[in-house]
C-alpha cells in the first residue's frame, strides 16, 4: 500500500473525528477536498493535491473561501506551504488541517481583515497607533490631534459581523458631553448593522447583518477625534473649542462653551444663541456651514413664536431708549 493511499484512509476513518467543524468533500489520489467552518464568517476549504515525490515534498494547496477575500487567502496560502515545510518526509494531510482549524480559532479578526487594512492605510496619522490582539480579537486606537487625545477599544465578537461590536473609550482629553455622543453613535451604528429596522421598507431586500467597524472607526476616528479640535465656529470663525484641552469650558450658560447641533457643526454658545434669537426667522434657521436646519433642544421654538419673542424685546428695547432719552 503506498503512502498516499494509506493516508488518505486514515483521513476518511479518523479526520472527522480528531477535529472538529471538518467536512470532507472530496478525498481521492488526485484530490483531497475538506471544507473547515469556525462560523459563517470564518471559514475555508483546503483544496489538496499530492506531488510526485510526496512526502519527501510539500503538499500542492490551494485555500479558498465564500466570505474572505482573495488577498487573505494568497496570504494563508504562503503561510500553509511555511508550516508544511515541517513536516517533509511525514503525513501532511492531518496537518494541514489541524493548522488550519487553530487558524481559524485564533484569529476572530479575519472577517474584518479589509476593514482594519483601510482604517491603518487611510485613517491611521502619524502620532496615532493601532494595536491589534488577534487571539483576543481586540483593538486598541489611540489618536491624536493637536494636542487633544482620544484612546479606545473595539472588541470583535466571534460571530462578527452578525454580532455586532463592542466599543469603550479608555481616554480622552474632549468635553464630556462630546464623548457621550461619540461613544453613543458609535455604539448606534454597530446596533443598525445587526438588527433590522422596526418598520421594513418594502423597496428594499431583506435585511442581513453587515460589516460595520470601518464604519464605526472612521466615524471615531475621521468624524470625531480629527475633526473637532479643528473646528471652527460657523459664526465668528474662532475654533470652537480651546488650543489646550486644559481650558475646556463646562459651563454651559458660558459664552465660549461648545453647542453641537444636530448636523454636528460645533458653535459657541453666545454666538449661536444670539443667532437664533435674531431675525430672519422664516422656515427656521439654518446652518451657515451646510444649510441643513439647527435643531437643539435649548432653542426649540417655532418660527412664530421666535419671531414674537424678539419682536417683544425690540418694543421693550424701544420703550427704554425712550425713556432714557426723557431722562436725559
Known sequence: ?????????????????????????SCHKHLVTIKILKTKHRELTACIQFPNNYPDAILLVEIKSKVMSPSLMSHINQICDQELKKFVGQKQVFQLTKFLRRFLDENPLLPCRDELTYVKKE??????????????????????????????????????????????????????????????????????????????????????PSPHIKKVMEFLIKGCAKRYPLET???????????????????????KYAERIYCGHLYHHGCLDKYMKTPPFQEGKKCPKCSHRIYHDKWNINPKLAEDRWAHQEARQRELDEVMDFLS
Not at 500500500?1 to 468533500?25: A, H, P, R, W
Open 1 to 25: 500500500m503506498s503512502v498516499i493511499t494509506e493516508e488518505l484512509e486514515e483521513v476518511q476513518k479518523f479526520l472527522c473525528s480528531n477535529v472538529d467543524g471538518i467536512d470532507i468533500i
Open 123 to 208: 485613517l491611521i496619522e502619524d502620532g496615532d497607533s493601532l494595536k491589534m490582539k488577534q487571539k483576543q480579537g481586540v483593538i486598541t486606537a489611540e489618536i491624536k490631534q493637536n494636542k487633544y487625545n482620544f484612546k479606545f477599544t473595539v472588541s470583535v465578537p466571534d460571530k462578527y459581523p452578525v454580532e455586532r461590536i463592542t466599543i469603550q473609550i479608555d481616554h480622552h482629553t474632549f468635553p464630556a458631553c462630546m464623548t457621550y455622543y461619540f461613544i453613543s453613535q458609535a455604539r448606534e451604528f454597530a446596533r443598525q448593522a445587526v438588527e433590522p429596522p422596526l418598520r421594513k421598507d418594502k423597496k428594499k431586500s431583506e435585511f442581513s
Open 233 to 255: 465656529c460657523p459664526l465668528c470663525d474662532d475654533l470652537t473649542l480651546p488650543e489646550d484641552p486644559k481650558e475646556i469650558i463646562n459651563n454651559a450658560k458660558d459664552a
